[in-house]
């Protein structure tokens, strides 16, 4: 697979993860009390479906950091590494909340924040997630400005919404109230200030769709030079 394919499948997989996880956010407000099985059974599964487009996404911008030379090898591993581990404990949120339905398929418990699969969820869907979120766009901020594989103003947009998620990574000593703003669940953590992350995968996905698409020869030959 050549670097223009891999820049085509990579954008295309950024604005995949972004209409999937916007398309998600309605299912968790729908209802007041706990949701039906239907409800957490669908929301979960396109959030598997999410997940496997991160995977090509973060491997996809990571190979095409690294042919901007060997001076961005090591950003794009940290980029990679964070990444990863980003899907790897969203599949162990999944499999949590989709355990508490399974404990209750009556719908008398909501597995956002019912029953200790849902408390043990709670700094994955919160500081966890916001801690591997500031390290791989920290990452990808300074790649970008560097290397110039999206626009400058990405790059900033990147160290900007890193903060705005470092901000978050305490929220565990104020409670679990997924009503408030800031609090281990709250909807400022789990919601407002996640989706910053899929709004700025969405920019560079359609910078990368946009962007002329380097062949082969040529990501070599500007790998060599630098």
């Not at 059974?41 to 911008?61: E, K, P, Q, S, W």
């Not at 209750?104 to 919160?126: K, R, S």
């Not at 903060?163 to 997924?178: C, I, Q, R």
């Not at 400022?188 to 995968?201: M, R």
Request: proline content about 5%; some cysteine; glycine content about 8%.
């Amino acid at each position: 697979m050549n670097d223009a394919q891999i820049q085509r499948i990579t954008g295309w997989s950024g604005v995949a993860i972004a209409v999937l996880a916007i398309a998600t956010i309605p299912l968790y407000f729908i209802y007041e009390g706990p949701p039906p099985a239907w409800n957490v059974f669908t929301r979960n599964l396109v959030g598997l479906i999410d997940l496997a487009f991160m995977i090509a996404f973060i491997a996809g911008f990571s190979h095409l950091l690294r042919r901007k030379g060997p001076a961005y090898e090591w950003l794009a591993s940290v980029f990679q590494s964070a990444g990863m581990l980003f899907v790897a404990v969203a599949l162990v949120a999944v499999s949590l909340e989709v355990g508490v339905v399974f404990g209750a398929p009556d719908g008398t418990l909501d597995p956002t924040i019912h029953g200790p699969l849902a408390e043990g969820n709670m700094l994955i869907h919160g500081s966890i997630k916001r801690l591997l979120t500031v390290v791989m766009l920290l990452a990808a901020g300074f790649a970008v400005i560097r290397t110039q594989i999206a626009p400058r103003w990405l790059g900033y947009a990147a160290y900007a919404i890193a903060l705005f998620n470092l901000v978050f990574v305490p929220s565990m000593y104020f409670g679990k109230d997924a009503t408030q703003f800031y609090s281990a669940i709250g909807w400022g953590n789990s919601a407002f200030c996640a989706s910053f992350l899929a709004y700025w995968i969405l920019a560079i996905g359609i910078v990368l769709l946009r962007r002329p698409r380097t062949n082969q020869a040529t990501s070599r030959s500007t790998y060599t030079s630098e």
